[in-house]
């Protein structure tokens, strides 16, 4: 069987020039970065597209597809004649060399070009991470120059795109007479930066400066917030962004256009691609496809609670991956290839989670995407079909890995009739009003299905500091576990009796909202015993293998 990169490698793509006259840009609209993709500037008001939600049950080794599946559908939508785009996240470098390899898409429901997407794109993660850290050189240079603003606490801390564990701790030592001492500093992956969050959720350039401006970077000797703004460096860090901001055009191996934008992670950040690309992409087409990182847990809430509330966006339908082989992995299998029933039935439960959050918390239309391996067989397809239809929930295969959209078809007629469904309002998880202690723990009942969450004496005091600064009224943004609702990767399924454990809370002032981290979750991931780096070649003309 062919691997992804060769699938890719077979196609031919259409000039970016094509897909974009298409689309209805004119050249002005756009720059060229290469043939086949393009910088897009901002779209002025035109239609307003039906937005779709692509999201998943708690990722497992044997794989979901979401990705692969929201290519694969918008491929299908587009088969069916809907004018359609895709909205999607950037692949950072961290899981590319790590564990996971590529992040476009796989089999013939890719996005293209696929090895540059993959790898340094339009330069927008190195920008990214170049406004973090000139932020924090910016920092340590006032520090060692007198220390006008009197800062006695610095809480921004650097980041890098790859994972590296050895930089999850590091010690700056001073080395002028006017300083003294030294202090403890730490990297974060860049998707889990701030900046990457004020990347994906400013509306337009001018409310990104404004949120540059609002970081926190720490506190001074009267214990008062230090902002970026304060330190003069916003403006500088905005023309670091300039370009990055306009959001990347691409397409996917059938033509269908896609932007790709943004990339924070939905375990540690709030995992959706940018707010511009989004908005432009509702402008430019009737079903517009966005993806939420790892479980609905995860990524559809922070997608709702947080991008929908401050955007005003409101998904027509919320598609839900499941496959054959990661339920019955979260019921307890060891053999995902072959039939077992009572696997399968037994860890339904965590479908019938995400379905019940999506249904009865969001109050949003759901359509459950069964993205088919061919070791599936017919009675297990029909046991998922079965336990979805008696919640009234429509259940469809969808083979897009292996046919393109052609195998998104059915899933396509489902989801557009599903959009036509009349939508009031999204129900909130919880009110901005409610404390922050309120909050996280709506989330932790309501969406998770915890008995409750224990704070830890450090959190404690956190809470009480943010409730005093004002910053009280701002979304909570949960870094936790992917692999489990709860913050426990090992309890899989839907467990009960459960509490959240919240041993930290990470003002994030600019992007506008507050990090509870849970349990043992890192901000900075280490590299697995074998990296997919060591699997990786390149040839004098520029052919890579291995990258998946």
């Not at 009739?417 to 202690?437: A, M, P, R, S, V």
């Amino acid at each position: 069987m062919k691997t992804d990169i060769e699938i890719a490698s077979s196609k031919s793509l259409r000039p970016i020039s094509e897909i974009a006259e298409k689309l209805g840009l004119k050249p002005d609209d756009y720059d060229f970065y290469g043939k086949y993709k393009a910088k897009v500037n901002d779209i002025k008001g035109r239609r307003q597209g039906n937005l779709i939600l692509v999201t998943a049950i708690n990722p497992t080794p044997a794989g979901e597809g979401k990705t692969t599946i929201s290519i694969g559908l918008g491929d299908a939508l587009r088969q069916l004649k809907y004018n359609v785009m895709l909205a999607l996240r950037e692949p950072s470098l961290g899981p590319v060399f790590g564990i996971k390899g590529g992040a476009a898409g796989g089999g013939y429901a890719q996005l293209a070009p696929m090895s540059d997407i993959n790898l340094h794109f339009t330069g927008d993660f190195h920008a990214i991470t170049s406004a973090n850290n000139l932020l924090s050189a910016m920092i340590d240079n006032h520090l060692y120059f007198g220390n006008k603003l009197r800062l006695k606490t610095v809480i921004w801390n650097r980041c890098l795109d790859v994972n590296d564990r050895a930089l999850r701790n590091i010690n700056i030592i001073y080395d002028n007479n006017a300083v003294t001492g030294n202090r403890t500093d730490n990297f974060s992956i860049t998707a889990a930066s701030e900046i990457m969050a004020i990347f994906c959720l400013s509306s337009d350039f001018d409310d990104l400066k404004v949120r540059l401006s609002k970081i926190v970077i720490g506190y001074d000797q009267d214990n008062k917030a230090v902002t970026a703004g304060d330190l003069e460096a916003s403006e500088a860090m905005a023309v670091l962004l300039y370009q990055a901001f306009k959001p990347n055009l691409v397409q996917s191996l059938e033509g269908t256009p896609a932007f790709v934008h943004g990339g924070p992670f939905a375990n540690i950040a709030h995992g959706c691609n940018s707010v511009v690309s989004t908005k432009n992409a509702l402008k430019l087409a009737d079903y517009v496809v966005t993806e939420a990182g790892f479980g609905a847990d995860l990524g559809a809430e922070k997608f709702l609670d947080i991008k929908c509330r401050t955007n005003n966006l409101t998904p027509s339908c919320v598609v839900l991956v499941a496959t054959v082989r990661a339920l019955k992995y979260n019921g307890g299998a060891k053999d995902l290839k072959t039939e077992d029933l009572e696997a399968l039935k037994k860890g339904m439960p965590n479908l019938i989670k995400h379905i019940d959050n999506i249904t009865n918390q969001f109050k949003l239309p759901c359509v459950v995407a069964i993205n088919r391996f061919n070791t599936d067989t017919e009675k297990e397809i029909e046991l998922i079909q079965s336990v979805c239809k008696s919640m009234d929930i429509e259940a469809v295969e969808a083979t897009v890995f292996a046919d393109g959209g052609k195998g998104g078809l059915k899933l396509a007629q489902a989801v557009a009739k599903k959009c036509q469904e009349k939508i009031q309002e999204i129900n909130f998880t919880y009110n901005l009003n409610d404390t922050i202690e309120e909050k996280i723990n709506k989330i932790a009942k309501k969406i998770y299905g915890a008995d409750g969450v224990d704070f830890s004496p450090k959190a404690c005091k956190l809470l009480k500091k943010l409730t005093a600064d004002g910053y009280d009224n701002l979304p909570v943004c949960i870094a936790k576990t992917q692999y489990s609702l709860s913050d426990n990767p090992a309890l899989l399924g839907a467990p009960t009796g459960f509490r959240i454990t919240v041993r930290d809370l990470q003002l994030r002032a600019g992007a506008g909202f507050i990090v509870a981290v849970a349990g043992d979750i890192m901000l900075m991931p280490g590299l697995p015993k074998v990296p997919n780096a060591t699997k990786m070649t390149i040839d004098s003309q520029g052919k890579i293998t291995g990258l998946f």
